[in-house]
Antibody, heavy 118, light 106 residues
Framework: QVQLVESGGGLVKPGGSLRLSCAASGFTFSDYYMSWIRQAPGKGLEWVSYISSSDNTVYYVDSVKGRFTISRDNAKNSLYLQMNSLRAEDTAVYYC???????????WGQGTLVTVSS | DIQLTQSPFFLSASVGDRVTITCRASQGISRYLAWYQQKPGKAPKLLIYDASTLQSGVPSRFSGSGSGTEFTLTISSLQPEDFATYYCQQLNSYPSFGGGTKVEIK
């Protein structure tokens, strides 16, 4: 069965960095776009970034452009999010999700909490 | 950027009620809209994509309709397990989510 497992969250000071990972299994990872979505405490969902299946075309929400970098390693069935220059407003649960082109996010991980605080 | 506005923000309903949630897009998105259900502490679950196509395994009491700028999610007979927050998402351009509609027990 399809599984997505995020890791790498934690407490970091403003201006710091974290790298999130998402381990995928149960499907041909290299066939799918993948996304990161976040949810601040008590707030709604915010799409953060996505990456194409093979040519590594990437897109970011404006608020993270220049600070976050999405990448993938199809040989390791893994998705990553490098987060630099973190701000308090980046505090959220970060989910990875499998993307069906124009058909939504059909599988999600359990999420990993990132807390940015001094 | 395309903005999605959901209404109502909060909905109080009883088991068995018919419930309708609306999602309006700031510009036309054809049928590139999905709906998700999220329960507290859990990841969202895809219910509907392409505005009206039911995701595999989702009960038939859920339905979606609309195109262009106005979309609806309908639950024909609310069940206890349906009390949750619902989000729409547009997939026409850079993806974005609506603000959510919380459905609570009356």
């Amino acid at each position: 069965q399809v599984q997505l497992v995020e890791s790498g969250g934690g407490l970091v000071k403003p201006g710091g960095s974290l790298r999130l990972s998402c381990a995928a299994s149960g499907f041909t990872f290299s066939d799918y776009y993948m996304s990161w979505i976040r949810q601040a405490p008590g707030k709604g969902l915010e799409w953060v970034s996505y990456i194409s299946s093979s040519d590594n075309t990437v897109y970011y929400v404006d608020s993270v452009k220049g600070r976050f970098t999405i990448s993938r390693d199809n040989a390791k069935n893994s998705l990553y999010l490098q987060m630099n220059s973190l701000r308090a407003e980046d505090t959220a649960v970060y989910y990875c999700a499998r993307a069906q082109i124009a058909a939504g996010l059909d599988y999600w991980g359990q999420g990993t909490l990132v807390t940015v605080s001094s | 950027d395309i903005q999605l506005t959901q209404s109502p923000f909060f909905l109080s309903a009883s088991v068995g009620d018919r419930v309708t949630i609306t999602c309006r897009a700031s510009q036309g998105i054809s049928r590139y809209l999905a709906w998700y259900q999220q329960k507290p502490g859990k990841a969202p679950k895809l219910l509907i994509y392409d505005a009206s196509t039911l995701q595999s395994g989702v009960p038939s009491r859920f339905s979606g309709s609309g195109s262009g700028t106005e979309f609806t999610l309908t639950i024909s007979s609310l069940q206890p397990e349906d009390f949750a927050t619902y989000y729409c998402q547009q997939l026409n351009s850079y993806p974005s989510f609506g603000g959510g509609t919380k459905v609570e027990i009356k």
